[in-house]
Nanobody
Framework: QIQLAESGGGLAETGGSLTLSCTAS????????MGWFRQAPGKEREFVAA????????YYTDHVKGRFTLSRDDARNTVYLQMNSLKPEDTATYYC?????????????????????WGAGTLVTVSS
């Protein structure tokens, strides 16, 4: 089974930037679609961004479009989430997920389907 490890969380000021990384190990992740989710205190986990296994499609929730950018480096088995223009409402634990050949991702408010693997999460705190 593929294992995921996130890094890069921390404290940022409103308007600042952070880059999260998610590195896959355990098996070839070439055919895995990779996504980021987040969960704020007291709230449900929600979809943030994802990229198809062949990098043909990238998806973003409306809340982060234009501010967050997802990229994928298959040579390093790593996906990155560049987060710019951070807002206090971006404060959450961010989780990386992998799912074999997944082609669709949940819209805001939709139930998150089972994923093949989840990371342990990395905390992002944006001060106001």
């Amino acid at each position: 089974q593929i294992q995921l490890a996130e890094s890069g969380g921390g404290l940022a000021e409103t308007g600042g930037s952070l880059t999260l990384s998610c590195t896959a190990s355990g098996q070839d992740y070439t055919y895995y679609a990779m996504g980021w989710f987040r969960q704020a205190p007291g709230k449900e986990r929600e979809f943030v961004a994802a990229m198809s296994w062949n990098k043909g499609h990238t998806y973003y929730t409306d809340h982060v479009k234009g501010r967050f950018t997802l990229s994928r480096d298959d040579a390093r088995n790593t996906v990155y989430l560049q987060m710019n223009s951070l807002k206090p409402e971006d404060t959450a634990t961010y989780y990386c997920a992998a799912d074999y050949l997944r082609g669709t991702w949940p819209a805001h408010g939709e139930t998150i389907p089972p994923m093949d693997s989840w990371g342990a999460g990395t905390l992002v705190t944006v001060s106001s």
